[in-house]
C-alpha cells in the first residue's frame, strides 16, 4: 500500500515500482497484488483512489507479466462471480464497471465458456444475479465500442444479454393518424429552425396545438404537455448527431424549451420525453442530465423526483439510472463548493477595499474607493444569496431522495405482506443497498439534515429493515 499511496499519480511507475517490492522472490507476488487491487477496487463506501486507476494498474501489470498475473487475476474474478448474489449492489456494479474497462484494454477475450450458465439462468429468471451482471458488463462494454464490434466478439450463445442496438426514438419522423397534428407542427418547427426564424415566430408553428395533455388523456391546463413534446423531440433530433450538437442546440433554444416548460411538472414530463427519445442509448441519456443542469434548464429536484416515479420503476435495478442520480447529487455539493469559493474571494476582496478606503487622505481618492468598497459588498451580498439558494436546493434534493426511497421500499414491504409473497428479494436488497451507499457516500452532506431526517423521515413508525439503514449509517459517522 505505500507504494500505491506515493506513486498513484503515474500509473506506469507505480506498477513497475509494485514489481520491485524487495523481497518478492520469497511471496507470492501476483496474488498478493491482485488481493491488494481488488480490496482497493472494492472498499466501501468507495474506493480511496479511482476506479480507473485501478483498473490501469491492473492493466498495466498484466502487460508487464503477462505470463503469470492474468492467471491469478482470472482465478480472483471468477472467485467474485461466485459471489454475486451475496455482494453487496455498489459492489457489483463497481466489479462490473472494471470487468468491461480490463475486457476493452484485451480486445474482449475472456473464457466466456465458463459462463455459459448465465444463458440458461436468464430464460429462467432474468432478475438472477449472474445474467444481470453481464447484462451490466455487455451495456459498460457498448460505452466503450461500437454495437456491431461487441457483437462480433461476443460469442454467439451470449448474443441474448446484449443491449439493444442504440438509436433514437424520433417520435415524429413519420405522420401517422395518431401523431398527424404533431408531426406536421414538429415538421414546421423544423423549417422554422433552418430559416434561423426568431423565437415567437418558432412557437407560432405550434399554435395548432392543444394547451394541454396529449394521447386522448383530458387536458391539462397546467402546461402544454403536447407543445413540449414537439419541441424536445425536434430539438433532440436535430442535435444527436454528436454530444458536441446537442449542447449547441441546447444553447441555442434554451428560450424556446423554456417558453413551453414553465414549472416542474412540464420539467419531469420533459426528462421523461428525452428518455423515450434516448430508449436504446442510456449513455447519451445520462450526458444529458449533466447538460440539463448545467444549462440550467432543470432543477436537481425534478431530476430526483422522475427518477423515483412510476415511469421509471422498470429501470430501477440498472446501473444507468443511478448513475443519473449521482450525477445529479454531485452537481449539487459541486455548486455550493464552488459558490463558496467565490463567497471567500468576495469577502477578501472586501477586505482589500476597506483596507485602501481607510488609507485614502484624498477627498476624490477617497469617495472612489467607498464606491469600490460598495460594489464589493454586494458582490458578498450575492454570493451570499446564491450560497443560500443553492444550499435550500441541496438540502431539498437529499430530502427528496430519501423519502422516495422510504416511499418505495415501504410499498414493496406492504404488496408483499398482502400478497403473501417473500418480502426479502433481490429487488429489495439491491434497493436498500443504494440507500445505505448514498447516505454514507454523502454523509458530509447528509450529517447536516440528521435532525431533519429523524424528525420527518425516519421516524419510529416505519418498516424495521427501512430504520435500520439509518440506523446503521449513525453507527457509521458517531
Given at each position: 500500500?505505500?507504494?500505491?499511496?506515493?506513486?498513484?499519480?503515474?500509473?506506469?511507475?507505480?506498477?513497475?515500482?509494485?514489481?520491485?517490492?524487495?523481497?518478492?522472490?520469497?511471496?507470492?507476488?501476483?496474488?498478493?497484488?491482485?488481493?491488494?487491487?481488488?480490496?482497493?477496487?472494492?472498499?466501501?463506501?468507495?474506493?480511496?483512489?479511482?476506479?480507473?486507476?485501478?483498473?490501469?494498474?491492473?492493466?498495466?501489470?498484466?502487460?508487464?507479466?503477462?505470463?503469470?498475473?492474468?492467471?491469478?487475476?482470472?482465478?480472483?474474478?471468477?472467485?467474485?462471480?461466485?459471489?454475486?448474489?451475496?455482494?453487496?449492489?455498489?459492489?457489483?456494479?463497481?466489479?462490473?464497471?472494471?470487468?468491461?474497462?480490463?475486457?476493452?484494454?484485451?480486445?474482449?477475450?475472456?473464457?466466456?465458456?465458463?459462463?455459459?450458465?448465465?444463458?440458461?439462468?436468464?430464460?429462467?429468471?432474468?432478475?438472477?444475479?449472474?445474467?444481470?451482471?453481464?447484462?451490466?458488463?455487455?451495456?459498460?462494454?457498448?460505452?466503450?465500442?461500437?454495437?456491431?464490434?461487441?457483437?462480433?466478439?461476443?460469442?454467439?450463445?451470449?448474443?441474448?444479454?446484449?443491449?439493444?442496438?442504440?438509436?433514437?426514438?424520433?417520435?415524429?419522423?413519420e405522420v401517422t393518424p395518431e401523431n398527424n397534428l404533431q408531426a406536421k407542427c414538429a415538421k414546421a418547427l423544423i423549417e422554422s429552425i433552418k430559416n434561423k426564424e426568431g423565437?415567437?415566430?418558432?412557437?407560432?408553428?405550434?399554435?395548432?396545438?392543444?394547451?394541454?395533455?396529449?394521447?386522448?388523456?383530458?387536458?391539462?391546463?397546467?402546461?402544454?404537455?403536447?407543445?413540449?413534446?414537439?419541441?424536445?423531440?425536434?430539438?433532440?433530433?436535430?442535435?444527436?448527431?454528436?454530444?458536441?450538437?446537442?449542447?449547441?442546440?441546447?444553447?441555442?433554444?434554451?428560450?424556446?424549451?423554456?417558453?413551453?416548460?414553465?414549472?416542474?411538472?412540464?420539467?419531469?414530463?420533459?426528462?421523461?420525453?428525452?428518455?423515450?427519445?434516448?430508449?436504446?442509448?442510456?449513455?447519451?441519456?445520462?450526458?444529458?442530465?449533466?447538460?440539463?443542469?448545467?444549462?440550467?434548464?432543470?432543477?436537481?429536484?425534478?431530476?430526483?423526483?422522475?427518477?423515483?416515479?412510476?415511469?421509471?420503476?422498470?429501470?430501477?435495478?440498472?446501473?444507468?439510472?443511478?448513475?443519473?442520480?449521482?450525477?445529479?447529487?454531485?452537481?449539487?455539493?459541486?455548486?455550493?463548493?464552488?459558490?463558496?469559493?467565490?463567497?471567500?474571494?468576495?469577502?477578501?476582496?472586501?477586505?482589500?477595499?476597506?483596507?485602501?478606503?481607510?488609507?485614502?487622505?484624498?477627498?476624490?481618492?477617497?469617495?472612489?474607493?467607498?464606491?469600490?468598497?460598495?460594489?464589493?459588498?454586494?458582490?458578498?451580498?450575492?454570493?451570499?444569496?446564491?450560497?443560500?439558494?443553492?444550499?435550500?436546493?441541496?438540502?431539498?434534493?437529499?430530502?427528496?431522495?430519501?423519502?422516495?426511497?422510504?416511499?418505495?421500499?415501504?410499498?414493496?414491504?406492504?404488496?408483499?405482506?398482502?400478497?403473501?409473497?417473500?418480502?426479502?428479494?433481490?429487488?429489495?436488497?439491491?434497493?436498500?443497498?443504494?440507500?445505505?451507499?448514498?447516505?454514507?457516500?454523502?454523509?458530509?452532506?447528509?450529517?447536516?439534515?440528521?435532525?431533519?431526517?429523524?424528525?420527518?423521515?425516519?421516524?419510529?413508525?416505519?418498516?424495521?429493515?427501512?430504520?435500520?439503514?439509518?440506523?446503521?449509517?449513525?453507527?457509521?459517522?458517531?
Amino acid at each position: 500500500m505505500n507504494v500505491i499511496n506515493s506513486k498513484n499519480l503515474t500509473k506506469k511507475e507505480c506498477a513497475e515500482s509494485l514489481l520491485r517490492i524487495s523481497g518478492r522472490s520469497s511471496m507470492p507476488l501476483n496474488y498478493m497484488l491482485v488481493e491488494v487491487l481488488f480490496g482497493g477496487l472494492l472498499e466501501l463506501p468507495v474506493p480511496r483512489y479511482s476506479e480507473l486507476f485501478y483498473g490501469s494498474i491492473l492493466v498495466q501489470l498484466c502487460q508487464l507479466m503477462a505470463d503469470h498475473l492474468p492467471q491469478v487475476l482470472a482465478q480472483a474474478v471468477a472467485y467474485v462471480y461466485e459471489r454475486l448474489d451475496t455482494m453487496n449492489t455498489v459492489l457489483v456494479d463497481r466489479f462490473g464497471s472494471w470487468f468491461a474497462y480490463f475486457l476493452s484494454n484485451f480486445k474482449y477475450h475472456w473464457t466466456w465458456s465458463e459462463w455459459e450458465e448465465c444463458v440458461n439462468l436468464n430464460r429462467t429468471d432474468q432478475n438472477h444475479p449472474k445474467p444481470k451482471f453481464l447484462k451490466e458488463v455487455f451495456l459498460k462494454l457498448l460505452w466503450l465500442t461500437f454495437y456491431e464490434k461487441l457483437k462480433d466478439v461476443i460469442p454467439d450463445e451470449f448474443v441474448t444479454l446484449l443491449p439493444l442496438k442504440p438509436g433514437y426514438n424520433h417520435k415524429f419522423a413519420e405522420v401517422t393518424p395518431e401523431n398527424n397534428l404533431q408531426a406536421k407542427c414538429a415538421k414546421a418547427l423544423i423549417e422554422s429552425i433552418k430559416n434561423k426564424e426568431g423565437l415567437d415566430m418558432m412557437l407560432g408553428s405550434l399554435d395548432p396545438l392543444p394547451d394541454g395533455a396529449i394521447d386522448g388523456r383530458e387536458l391539462d391546463p397546467v402546461y402544454p404537455e403536447a407543445k413540449l413534446e414537439v419541441v424536445v423531440q425536434t430539438i433532440l433530433r436535430v442535435g444527436c448527431k454528436s454530444i458536441s450538437h446537442i449542447s449547441v442546440a441546447l444553447n441555442r433554444f434554451r428560450d424556446l424549451i423554456m417558453a413551453v416548460m414553465p414549472n416542474q411538472d412540464a420539467k419531469v414530463c420533459c426528462l421523461k420525453i428525452t428518455f423515450s427519445f434516448f430508449k436504446t442509448n442510456h449513455q447519451l441519456m445520462c450526458i444529458m442530465i449533466e447538460k440539463y443542469l448545467n444549462f440550467q434548464l432543470i432543477e436537481p429536484s425534478c431530476i430526483v423526483s422522475w427518477i423515483f416515479s412510476p415511469y421509471m420503476l422498470p429501470h430501477f435495478d440498472r446501473l444507468y439510472l443511478w448513475q443519473m442520480l449521482d450525477t445529479t447529487i454531485k452537481f449539487c455539493i459541486k455548486r455550493c463548493d464552488r459558490i463558496k469559493v467565490e463567497l471567500e474571494k468576495s469577502k477578501v476582496k472586501l477586505n482589500e477595499k476597506k483596507e485602501q478606503e481607510a488609507g485614502a487622505a484624498d477627498p476624490d481618492i477617497a469617495e472612489k474607493r467607498k464606491q469600490l468598497v460598495q460594489a464589493a459588498e454586494e458582490a458578498v451580498d450575492h454570493y451570499v444569496k446564491l450560497l443560500e439558494d443553492a444550499e435550500r436546493s441541496q438540502k431539498e434534493v437529499f430530502l427528496i431522495v430519501v423519502q422516495r426511497f422510504i416511499m418505495i421500499l415501504t410499498d414493496h414491504i406492504v404488496r408483499s405482506e398482502q400478497e403473501s409473497r417473500y418480502t426479502q428479494t433481490l429487488w429489495f436488497r439491491c434497493t436498500r443497498d443504494r440507500l445505505r451507499q448514498t447516505l454514507v457516500q454523502y454523509r458530509r452532506e447528509v450529517k447536516r439534515y440528521m435532525v431533519t431526517l429523524q424528525t420527518l423521515l425516519f421516524t419510529p413508525e416505519i418498516e424495521p429493515k427501512i430504520l435500520e439503514c439509518f440506523t446503521q449509517f449513525k453507527g457509521y459517522i458517531a
